[in-house]
């Protein structure tokens, strides 16, 4: 069952705004059996990309993640903040690219598009929101810090923003 909106809410009398979806990105059909990127070498099969090898002949069509990177469309952006993260920034990067790997393994539309270094610390743009929250929780999991994730509207396109700041180093 569907959840209502209270009339007393002030979105409640307002349409939602629209959202990028699936079959606006693919041109509103599925993809053929068999499809393969010819940007990164995956191969759509059984209704999903993965890393399998194309069958000869495959149909040629950028994948969601390489059209992202083309067109610089992040879908989450992780900040990694604080004096802990500039002193310590080659072995966080160093951790968020392990995480990155092992993710990308599995699901190759989980990519990290750039790392951007900043004063005090970097920012991480991902093909996948649901990437982004990894990173910030491999992180906080292993350094601790603050992990702070503000909930998605649909006003901001689905993008997902996570910050995980670590002021000192308190070994």
């Not at 349409?15 to 990127?37: F, N, V």
């Not at 992780?78 to 966080?92: I, M, N, P, S, T």
């Amino acid at each position: 069952m569907r959840r209502k909106r209270s009339p007393t809410h002030t979105a409640a009398s307002q349409p939602r705004p629209a959202r990028r979806s699936h079959a606006e990105a693919t041109g509103g059909a599925k993809l053929p059996q068999g499809t393969a990127c010819p940007k990164c070498g995956a191969s759509y099969r059984a209704g999903r990309w993965t890393w399998q090898p194309a069958p000869a002949g495959a149909r040629k069509r950028i994948c969601p993640a390489c059209e992202r990177i083309a067109e610089r469309y992040p879908a989450g952006v992780l900040r990694v903040e604080g004096k802990f993260a500039a002193e310590h920034r080659a072995d966080l990067i160093g951790l968020v690219r392990n995480v990155e790997e092992r993710e990308c393994s599995r699901h190759p539309l989980k990519r990290i598009m750039k790392i951007a270094n900043r004063r005090n610390g970097f920012v991480a743009e991902t093909t996948d929101g649901k990437l982004a929250q990894s990173l910030g929780r491999a992180l906080h999991k292993a350094y601790a810090g603050e992990l702070e994730h503000p909930p998605t509207t649909a006003d901001t396109e689905n993008l997902v923003r996570v910050r995980w700041l670590r002021a000192t180093d308190t070994h």
